[in-house]
């Protein structure tokens, strides 16, 4: 519920849970929030930076299409992936599962994790140092 710090309501009313996230200068001050979620509870587990500046969160929800959940639970709690922009904003979201409960703990952006920059300096260093290994 809305309170202190706290901009935003519960989607589902007092008893639910939903991912609070937000988002702290270097000092702690809150910089943005927003709380995401359906009618019923969502359990969130992970957050990570992605290389386009925004954040991805992975958790698990049990909600129907309500609030923020664009799509049906497939039963029991399922997982619930959502990608936020660089000011916290949902991009897009994605409900995975099966008929029983489905528990999202970590996740992981996968791909080049470095920008195309730095794999450049990185492979023109590598290059360096192979011309400089024996008989060099
Ligand atoms: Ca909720
Ligand atoms: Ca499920």
Same mark, same amino acid.
């Given at each position: 519920?809305?309170?202190?710090?706290? #901009?935003?309501?519960?989607?589902?009313?007092?008893?639910?849970?939903?991912?609070?996230?937000?988002?702290?200068?270097? /000092?702690? &001050?809150?910089?943005?929030?927003?709380?995401?979620?359906?009618?019923? &509870?969502?359990?969130?587990?992970?957050?990570?930076?992605?290389?386009?500046?925004?954040?991805?969160?992975?958790?698990?929800?049990?909600?129907?299409?309500?609030?923020?959940? #664009?799509?049906?639970?497939?039963? &029991?709690?399922?997982?619930? /992936?959502?990608?936020?922009?660089?000011?916290?904003?949902?991009?897009?979201?994605?409900?995975?599962?099966?008929?029983?409960?489905?528990?999202?703990?970590?996740?992981?952006?996968?791909?080049? /994790?470095?920008?195309?920059?730095?794999?450049?300096?990185?492979?023109?260093?590598?290059?360096?140092?192979?011309?400089?290994?024996?008989?060099?």
């Amino acid at each position: 519920m809305i309170s202190t710090d706290k #901009t935003e309501n519960a989607v589902g009313g007092f008893d639910d849970l939903d991912y609070w996230i937000v988002k702290t200068d270097a /000092v702690g &001050n809150i910089e943005w929030q927003n709380t995401i979620g359906g009618i019923d &509870n969502e359990i969130f587990s992970d957050i990570q930076l992605t290389r386009d500046g925004g954040y991805i969160l992975g958790g698990y929800s049990e909600s129907n299409i309500s609030g923020d959940k #664009t799509e049906n639970s497939k039963g &029991n709690y399922d997982y619930w /992936v959502v990608k936020l922009d660089a000011s916290g904003s949902v991009e897009w979201q994605k409900t995975i599962g099966g008929s029983g409960e489905d528990r999202l703990y970590s996740l992981q952006q996968t791909g080049a /994790v470095f920008p195309e920059s730095a794999i450049q300096a990185f492979r023109k260093t590598h290059l360096f140092q192979v011309a400089q290994g024996p008989g060099a």
